[in-house]
């Protein structure tokens, strides 16, 4: 079983940040996605710890870092930026999931000297959600920041008692590949993956944030974007934008099963060799 990941709350010029820090070697900056925090720990995989530093904020609304005025992407980079000074970190790679993916872009758009590659996996690049659809008007109800945690608390208990059932019905949410037979060691990655799960007030700002083309396209550092053509949760769109926008981008296409959780299945050895290639070279 894997060990948990031990956070830290730091004092910067811009306020309180939380993160995690394991490994050592080059430091790559994990700006995770929706519901997670410094305890992420699923996109940490195949990285070997005694050759990278593996950081990881939880961003503005998750965790112990507050929402504050850290609303934006730009706010948000900004605050990471400032970890990096705390911890005498001078360069790193940004590693932008889901929809920390426009917290991500902004760092390495205004921070060039700090960031020299980025890597985006299924991540957001624009307007997420329409605001008078049926998930957004969901979302709202249901990640409400008084009832988010009860929420989850639910998700938690079911999980650990029906974690068949539960992996089938959240299934659809990350990936368009037909439901099938889930095999064990995938439905007790995604459960655990649950077990620090938290919406706070950052899913909710998540999902009315927004990036701007100019933002994306000062993107100058060597940039790998990979997405998967089963995503049901960030649609292909996203990455196509972005590979539009930035200049020294590359696009990986991956058909893997479990769509937007490019970490678990057994075709996750391809996304993640693909991750490492691009980093090592």
């Known amino acids: 079983m894997q060990k948990q990941l031990n956070c830290k709350v730091i004092d910067t010029s811009l306020g309180t940040i939380e993160y995690s820090s394991v490994g050592t070697g080059i430091p790559i900056v994990f700006v995770h996605g929706g519901h997670s925090n410094c305890r992420e720990k699923l996109s940490h995989k195949g990285f070997d710890q005694t050759k990278f530093r593996l950081i990881t904020p939880s961003r503005p609304g998750y965790g112990k870092t507050p929402l504050k005025s850290n609303q934006t992407p730009e706010r948000s980079a900004s605050l990471i930026a400032a970890l990096l000074d705390a ?10 999931i889901s929809a920390g993916g426009p917290t991500a872009v902004a760092l390495a758009a205004h921070y060039p000297d700090k960031v020299f590659k980025l890597i985006l996996a299924c991540a957001v690049s624009k307007k997420w959600l329409d605001e008078d659809g049926k998930i957004y008007k969901t979302a709202q109800l249901i990640f409400n920041p008084r ?115 490019l970490w678990i299945g057994a075709d996750a050895t391809e996304s993640i060799a693909k991750t490492i290639r691009f980093i090592e070279k």
Request: glycine fraction near 4%; aromatic fraction near 12%; proline fraction near 4%.
């Open 87 to 96: 911890l005498s970190i001078e360069q790193v790679i940004v590693y932008g």
């Open 147 to 261: 009832i988010e945690k009860l929420n989850w608390g639910m998700v938690r208990f079911f999980s650990r008692i029906f974690p068949k059932v539960m992996a089938r019905s959240f299934y659809p949410q990350f990936s368009r590949y037909p439901v099938h037979k889930l095999k064990k060691e995938d439905i007790n990655e995604l459960i655990s993956s649950f077990k620090y799960f938290n919406s706070g007030q950052g899913f909710l700002n998540d999902i009315d944030q927004d990036l701007s083309e100019s933002v994306i396209a000062k993107v100058k550092c060597p940039t790998l974007i990979i997405h998967s053509t089963n995503d049901s949760s960030v649609p292909l769109s996203h990455a196509k934008h972005l590979h539009e926008l930035i200049e020294n981008s590359e696009l990986e296409i991956l058909d893997n099963e479990w769509g937007h959780l």
